[in-house]
């Protein structure tokens, strides 16, 4: 009967290859949730004769994250051609900050219970 390959997987890169790997693919994981596009990982295990009784086996953890989405910035074209960041064909406002009046805020109370 075969060895499971996590029996494996544990001895490679010094016991860290399946951390590590579990690392990256939360990395992976908070991307793809954040932008909505795929991303991939890939382990790679090569094989190779070390001796004439021996393998050599080495782990590569391959990411592929998915692009992150650039900040838009909202402008507004003018008939010259430049860029505004308010619309000039919306008026302003005339907004100013509203009086504060003493009979209007609340009074604290002083009675012990």
Not at 19 to 31: M, R, T
Not at 60 to 85: D, Q, S, Y
Request: glycine letters at 6%.
């Amino acid at each position: 009967m075969t060895r499971p390959i996590l029996e494996t997987l544990h001895h490679l890169e010094g016991g860290t290859f399946l951390c590590d790997a579990a690392d990256k693919l939360a990395e992976i994981v908070k991307q793809v949730d954040a932008t909505g596009k795929s991303g991939k990982l890939t382990l790679t295990i090569d094989v190779r004769k070390a001796m004439s009784t021996a393998l050599a086996l080495k782990g590569k953890i391959t990411v592929k994250l998915p692009p992150e989405t650039p900040v838009e910035a909202l402008m507004f074209p003018t008939p010259e051609g430049n860029l505004l960041t308010e619309d000039p064909r919306q008026g302003k406002l005339p907004l100013a900050a509203a009086p504060i009046h003493a009979e209007a805020l609340p009074v604290a109370s002083t009675k012990v219970a």
